[in-house]
């Protein structure tokens, strides 16, 4: 039978995209010269003609793979057009059931994206991180665990399932290093930086090198300690501005001392003694960081070799002297003028594995090496441990001049993205795992040293530090505390800018300073069948609570309320558990409560207990009364992967005339427990002159000065301070008359209730911006006209109590106690204003002021 070339049929076979099903597809190829028959029928994604049945139709079938070479399709032909047609429904049929199964794993997708809880159930998720050798970033783990959940609240508990991995692999890890602690071994590390100012060594480094030896008078024993400079070669120091001063260096030596502290750090030194060697006590690890080692111009532009840094080298091995012989350079890293040596005991070296290094420039362009930083990362493994410890140091040079604060934020952040070291290709089994080439950073060590010249700067003007460095008035460890306020180092850290997490020795040091040229001074392997039902295990968590109600009875202030609930695992897996807050936006618990532990991981049958401490400080207090005093509210535990707990909680807070300003104090009518609402104080026509309660303790002292000699230099009864405090908020008379007074408990108790009221002040009765100003007044006149630039409130209150010390200054036969006074009452009266931008002010200074009132 010929077949008719003019209406070829064709059926396809074709891939959705969209779906894994098959579909088919009909087509007709309609020569434009033939004439069209009878009626047309058109169906989604096909064209079909009917035509004259006496006319044959010609079907060719192709795969949807296509054909391979010349192959052709296969032919057919039919003169049915009533098979063709149920053909055709066929093939719609087939094409609708390959939409509904596509909709089907779209809407799967989409169901895990929008209910992640769904997610451990649908998907099968891995979690490499805690099989990888690589440790996780310092700056994630060291953050509380609470900080790094998902955010979360009753309406929306967050992702769960992410939550739950996060809080099981720091159990795990937690767990891991307690099984894998089987021994300590101590390393003893000693880490300096050097600004050599392009210079090479021209004199002995054993005093930064060794440290100094100082051999205490009531024992034998040698003690080494480190001074953080090189000593002076002259007397002469650049702070005394041209005059001859004593050594600063003198401030920065350590006091020996035999005192328990002391005797507790030996202890645990003896405990994990070197087992090679008992009796050595010199450090294992040198690392030393130079800065400026090469200040020339050509040194910018290529490398000029390794003369400076062996020159260097060889300085810091002859100041070991006859210990050189047990030490060796382990490693170094060069970039322009930064410089970081590691040495380490030869009985050490094989200990030392994988060690790499890097560097980067931060100085000009912002790439150039003049500043930037170079690193070194180690894997320390003593004989006999079940993993390596890794260590990364960090020796940085950055932006200088006062000004130039952000600019050495920016280089630290600069630098901690930059600083990275190579890392092999992962092998073909941890390819299958699922790893990807790992970036490392000097974040992902176990520890993290970062030395060198920072250059953060004091921001105070360089004339009035250097006065308050000669100023004789204060004890250097009292001038420390008052310029950290100012430390640019510390702000930035407290801002979130620079250094966030990182940990600074106590500085029990001044600042240094700039000499002038010429000058000589100036893997983890743990084995954990707890692990197992931690991925996989589905079920819905079952976590119990002892006590779902807490009631805290009545808040007093500085007086702690605890209560203890205990949760149990009721579920056949381990159960993790976390606190969220009732919206996105709101704390997870009142400032005046606080929980421990936030969060946890329990096993099957095991229990924790959780304690809530309610506690009204200052700072609480004075929000606490200007709010009403039923405290309530709801706490949720909530189980992940399980149902939430709902723990209320209620406490009746007690009013205090405590931790309130004075010019909140100023407007009560009456007693605080007094007042109902915020309407019944007074405004500000009619306020008082100053606090009721302050005049009241001033008062009852100026009646009953029997035995007054010790009050404010003697410890209190704190019983009878509390009931002072509750006869000042609720008005009540004072139960001890004239009579009593031959108890000298009682005045002590009224002189003690008076300090801290006047310290629980948010704001001291001279303010902060006031106190440079203070320091300059030199009579008593002057000191008077300072009060004008005070609040009146506070003039009044400042009269009043400084009329009394007065008081007690001339009745006292001791010509020191109106000095003893001074310093009792000054830092609470001219207490210091962390937020305040004015240079600090001696403590000796405050007090000379105060004695223009009292002496």
């Known amino acids: 039978m010929q077949v008719n070339p003019i209406y070829q049929w064709k059926v396809t076979r074709a891939r959705d995209p969209t779906s894994s099903a098959n579909l088919w597809q009909l087509r007709d190829r309609h020569e434009p010269n033939e004439e069209k028959y009878s009626r047309s029928w058109k169906g989604d994604n096909s064209a079909l003609s009917f035509f004259n049945g006496s006319i044959p139709l010609c079907v060719a079938i192709t795969p949807a793979e296509g054909l391979q070479g010349d192959a ?275 009985t050490l070296k094989e200990c030392f594995t994988d060690v790499k290094t890097t560097s980067a420039g931060a100085g000009i362009l912002g790439v150039m090496g003049n500043k930037g930083a170079t690193a070194v990362r180690l894997s320390f493994k003593a004989p006999g441990s079940t993993a390596p410890t890794i260590f990364t140091f960090v020796n940085a040079h950055l932006a ?37 080439l790992p970036t490392l950073t000097a974040y992902e060590s176990d520890v993290l040293f970062w030395m060198g010249d920072l250059n953060y700067r004091i921001d105070i003007p360089d004339l009035e530090l250097r006065r308050i460095l000669r100023d004789d008035d204060w004890d250097n460890s009292d001038k420390c505390p008052a310029l950290l306020r100012s430390d640019q180092l510390t702000k930035a850290q407290k801002q979130g800018k620079a250094f966030v997490g990182f940990m600074e020795h106590t500085i029990s040091y001044l600042p240094t300073y700039r000499f002038s040229p010429g000058l000589g001074m100036d893997v983890l392997g743990y084995d954990l069948k707890e692990v197992d039902h931690l991925e996989g295990s589905h079920e819905r968590k079952g976590l119990k609570i002892d006590n779902a109600y807490l009631d805290f009875g009545i808040l007093k202030y500085q007086e702690p309320q605890v209560q203890v609930v205990k949760v149990t695992n009721t579920s056949k897996g381990p159960c993790a558990f976390r606190f969220v807050p009732v919206q996105n936006d709101a704390p997870i618990h009142p400032e005046w409560l606080s929980i421990e532990p936030q969060t946890g991981v329990l096993l099957p049958e095991h229990n924790a207990e959780i304690t809530f401490t309610a506690y009204v400080d200052n700072a609480i207090a004075g929000k606490l009364n200007r709010q009403p005093n039923d405290l309530g509210g709801t706490l949720i535990l909530h189980t992940l992967l399980g149902k939430d707990h709902f723990i209320s909680i209620s406490a009746e807070y ?85 009579e009593d007074t031959t108890d000298p408990q009682v005045p002590l108790a009224f002189g003690a209730a008076l300090l801290l009221l006047l310290d629980s002040l948010p704001e001291p009765v001279i303010p902060g911006i006031l106190h440079p100003k203070s320091v300059e007044m030199s009579n008593r006149d002057e000191a008077f006209e300072l009060l004008d630039a005070v609040h009146p409130a506070a003039v009044n209150v400042w009269i009043s109590v400084t009329a009394f010390l007065h008081f007690m ?42 004695l223009y009132f009292i002496s």
């Not at 071994?185 to 030896?213: A, E, H, M, Y």
């Not at 200088?400 to 290709?425: I, P």
């Not at 006292?812 to 305040?836: I, K």
């Open 400 to 436: 200088a001049f006062d000004e130039m604060v952000d600019k050495r934020n920016l280089d630290f952040q600069d630098l901690s993205k930059r600083l990275v070291f190579e890392v092999a290709w992962p092998s073909e089994e941890d390819q299958e795992l699922g790893y990807s």
């Open 654 to 738: 007690e009013y205090t005339c405590f931790g309130n300003s004075l010019a909140f104090l100023t407007q009560l009518p009456g007693p605080i427990r007094s007042v109902k609402a915020s309407t019944d104080l007074l405004d500000e026509r009619h306020q008082k002159n100053a606090p009721t309660e302050i005049i009241r303790l001033v008062n009852w002292l100026m009646s009953n000065t029997a035995n007054i000699d010790n009050v404010f230099l003697q410890p209190a009864d704190e019983k009878l301070v509390v009931q002072i405090r509750d006869c000042l908020d609720t008005g009540d008379e004072f139960s001890w008359s004239a």
């Open 72 to 346: 052709q399709p296969v032919v057919f032909f039919t003169r049915n057009v009533q098979d063709l047609r149920e053909l055709v429904a066929e093939c719609k049929r087939l094409r609708e059931t390959s939409e509904v199964e596509s909709n089907v794993v779209i809407n799967v997708s989409q169901t895990t994206t929008h209910f992640s809880w769904l997610r451990p159930y649908i998907l099968k998720q891995i979690s490499p991180s805690l099989l990888a050798l690589i440790p996780p970033d310092l700056r994630e783990v060291n953050k509380p665990l609470q900080e790094r959940l998902s955010t979360s609240s009753a309406g929306q508990p967050g992702d769960d399932h992410r939550d739950i991995q996060t809080i099981r692999d720091e159990w795990v890890r937690s767990q891991a290093r307690k099984a894998c602690t089987t021994a300590k071994r101590s390393l003893r590390l000693r880490l300096g930086t050097f600004n050599v100012n392009g210079k090479l060594p021209s004199q002995d480094l054993s005093p930064w090198i060794q440290g100094t030896t100082i051999e205490t008078q009531s024992t034998a024993e040698t003690i080494t300690s480190s001074l953080p400079t090189l000593p002076p070669v002259k007397s002469m120091s650049p702070l005394s501005l041209g005059e001859v001063v004593k050594n600063p260096f003198e401030w920065l030596k350590r006091k020996t001392s035999t005192s328990s502290s002391q005797a507790s750090e030996k202890t645990a030194a003896e405990e994990t003694i070197d087992p090679v060697d008992p009796d050595d006590i010199d450090p294992d690890v040198y690392v030393l960081g130079i800065q400026e080692l090469d200040l020339s111009t050509e040194a910018l532009l290529y490398s000029l070799g390794t003369a400076r840094e062996d020159a260097w080298c060889r300085a810091v091995f002859a100041s070991l002297g006859e210990k050189a012989e047990k030490y060796e350079k382990l490693t170094s890293k060069q970039l322009v003028g930064m410089l970081i040596v590691v040495i380490v005991k030869k």
């Open 809 to 850: 200054a001339k009745q006292a036969s001791d010509e020191e106690h109106a000095q003893r006074l001074a310093g009792v009452f000054a830092p609470v009266l001219l207490r210091d204003d962390p937020t305040s931008l004015a240079p600090p002010v001696s403590p000796a200074k405050k007090e000379r002021f105060l």
